[in-house]
Antibody
Framework: EVQLVESGGGLVKPGGSLRLSCAVS????????MNWVRQAPGKGLEWVGR??????????DYAAPVKGRFTISRDDSKNSLYLQMNSLQTEDTAVYYC????????WGQGTLVTVSS | QTVVTQEPSLTVSPGGTVTLTCASS?????????PNWIQQKPGQAPMALIY???NKHSWTPARFSGSLLGGKAALTLSGVQPEDEAEYYC?????????FGGGTKLTVL
């Protein structure tokens, strides 16, 4: 059974930092490009960024609103994906989903990040 | 900034057929945008339905199909079921970035 389990969400003050994790099982994590997608309360889906698999360079790309503040990384030895979020703003409040690449099509259940003073 | 546009809402009768579309502000949608379709029901995590224009995942019901139609990506539901009532998002690849559409709320009535 495929599982993507996000953790690390919570309440943080504006300007603060948070690190999200996504533990993956049930498919070959090292072969997958991985993404973070977020959804603000009552809003649509927004792509946050992606990390390629190591064999494709392991490079990252980010959406404009988070570029320079967020960093995606992966640890294939732990089947885990990470999202380091710095300089958080109130508009970063959202449920954050870990997703695999399009070919696999797997999504986690999400973790809520609330940025508020 | 690329904008991906979907119908805000559509209504279909049970057993009917409906087509949702997805347009890009950069021009015609092609297979090079690798169109994806994702379903989200209220209170649930999203679920991928279609990737690379028309490919289904193992869990995608046969009544869902993807295509390119008149310069847009399209998702067609044939023989709509009550449980298909949901929000549907398209996702397009634009180079190294990915952009979601605003979603289509499908009502089955």
């Amino acid at each position: 059974e495929v599982q993507l389990v996000e953790s690390g969400g919570g309440l943080v003050k504006p300007g603060g930092s948070l690190r999200l994790s996504c533990a993956v099982s049930g498919f070959t994590f090292s072969n997958a490009w991985m993404n973070w997608v977020r959804q603000a309360p009552g809003k649509g889906l927004e792509w946050v960024g992606r990390v390629k698999r190591k064999i494709d360079g392991g490079t990252t790309d980010y959406a404009a609103p988070v570029k320079g503040r967020f960093t995606i990384s992966r640890d294939d030895s732990k089947n885990s994906l990470y999202l380091q979020m710095n300089s958080l703003q109130t508009e970063d409040t959202a449920v954050y989903y870990c997703t695999s690449g399009s070919y696999e099509g797997y999504w986690g259940q999400g973790t809520l990040v609330t940025v508020s003073s | 900034q690329t904008v991906v546009t979907q119908e805000p809402s559509l209504t279909v009768s049970p057993g009917g057929t409906v087509t949702l579309t997805c347009a890009s502000s950069t021009g015609a949608v092609t297979s090079d945008h690798y169109p994806n379709w994702i379903q989200q029901k209220p209170g649930q995590a999203p679920m991928a339905l279609i990737y690379s224009t028309s490919n289904k995942h193992s869990w995608t019901p046969a009544r869902f199909s993807g295509s390119l139609l008149g310069g847009k990506a399209a998702l067609t539901l044939s023989g709509v079921q009550p449980e298909d009532e949901a929000e549907y998002y398209c996702l397009l690849y634009h180079g190294d970035a990915q952009v979601f559409g605003g979603g289509t709320k499908l009502t089955v009535l």
